[in-house]
């Protein structure tokens, strides 16, 4: 291989997640035999996102516009706000076509192994959201790891004065799911979690 330039590329796009060295030299040369289909499209595309993607002031959404098309939808219930940790777990919520209330992202969760406390996170914006009398209702939607739970505990403590309800996913045996594959503390929350049977 020769070239600095195409070793550069390969060592950014080796950064993406999902991504090591060898899948980046198979993207890159894909890229460098398919240019006027791939290649230039892509980059003007990504100069695109760069000069025009803005971060939401309100929820914290990736948008062309701010506030993002999903803080201005009238026919959103602004008084049902589901806490995620990232934008991509707000993109999740949305492809369900479920949730029809609005959004705030924490931009991560509190980890001490980390080094992320609480101001790194835009937990105090929330706390602001949470007071405002359109505000009656709010969901934690953590991950169920360590860090997730941690972080709607504290979440918990400090909403525990804004007058809403707190209330977080359901967690247990995922749709399809057999018990055989299942790990003990998933068959452990189901078990707590059941429901009568309908």
């Known amino acids: 291989m020769s070239g600095t330039e195409i070793e550069h590329l390969i060592r950014l796009i080796a950064r993406l997640p999902g991504l090591g060295p060898r899948s980046a030299r198979r993207a890159v040369l894909t890229l460098l035999k398919r240019r006027d289909?791939?290649?230039?499209?892509?980059?003007?595309?990504?100069?695109?996102?760069?000069?025009?993607?803005?971060?939401?002031?309100?929820?914290?959404?990736?948008?062309?516009?701010?506030p993002c098309t999903i803080c201005t939808d009238i026919n959103r219930n602004f008084s049902i706000v589901c806490v995620v940790e990232d934008v991509a777990s707000l993109w999740a919520m949305e492809r369900s076509r479920l949730f029809r209330g609005?959004?705030?992202?924490?931009?991560?969760?509190?980890?001490?192994?980390?080094?992320?406390?609480?101001?790194?996170?835009?937990?105090d914006s929330l706390v602001v959201r949470a007071e405002s009398i359109i505000v009656n209702e709010v969901i934690l939607a953590m991950a169920a790891t360590v860090d997730g739970q941690t972080t709607a505990h504290y979440l918990v403590d400090r909403l525990s004065e804004c007058h809403v309800s707190i209330s977080c996913l359901a967690q247990g045996v995922p749709i399809g799911g057999e018990l055989d594959y299942l790990d003990d503390g998933t068959i452990g929350v189901a078990l707590r979690a059941r429901q009568p049977f309908i």
């Open 37 to 66: 289909q791939l290649l230039k499209p892509l980059i003007d595309t990504m100069i695109d996102v760069a000069s025009k993607v803005k971060t939401c002031s309100v929820c914290g959404n990736y948008d062309s516009v701010d």
């Open 102 to 123: 609005c959004y705030h992202v924490l931009g991560g969760v509190l980890s001490a192994l980390d080094g992320v406390g609480p101001n790194d996170l835009t937990i």
